[in-house]
């Protein structure tokens, strides 16, 4: 297991954008074979939810939960490592904890749910906080 490093949370009002990042060096050092890159988030009160996730391996596009379709955008900078997650129009009920997360298996992006148990990388947070 590899820490990642999250940043870019903070305070934002209802409407407008944010976009986290998340450092993956570490993790891609260690890496020998394909692996999912996730976005997780922990509302007050509420399990871990899988929001969005990019398969290495994958022939498709990126998986997003129902909750952020359309509004949230995950990518990648594969010459830096880094994982990003453009987060516009957001709400009051996006206020959370975020995480990202890494997972190396073949096929992973083929999952159909995004489960924080399957996850065995993670970086430590960075808190969201919209405003009305």
């Known amino acids: 297991q590899v820490r990642l490093v999250e940043s870019g949370g903070g305070a934002v009002e209802a409407g407008g954008s944010l976009r986290l990042t998340c450092s993956t060096t570490e993790f891609i050092k260690v890496s020998g074979g394909d692996y999912c890159l996730a976005w997780f988030r922990q509302r007050p009160g509420k399990e871990r939810e899988g929001i969005a996730r990019l398969g290495s391996g994958s022939p498709w596009g990126p998986y997003y939960s129902d909750s952020v379709k359309g509004k949230f955008t995950i990518s990648q900078d594969a010459a830096k490592n880094l994982l990003y997650l453009q987060m516009d129009d957001v709400k009051p009920e996006d206020t959370a904890m975020y995480y990202c997360?890494?997972?190396?298996?073949?096929?992973?992006?083929?999952?159909?749910?995004?489960?924080?148990?399957?996850?065995?990388?993670w970086g430590q947070g960075t808190q969201v906080t919209v405003s009305s």
């Open positions: 997360a890494a997972w190396e298996r073949w096929g992973c992006w083929t999952m159909t749910q995004l489960r924080a148990s399957d996850y065995d990388n």
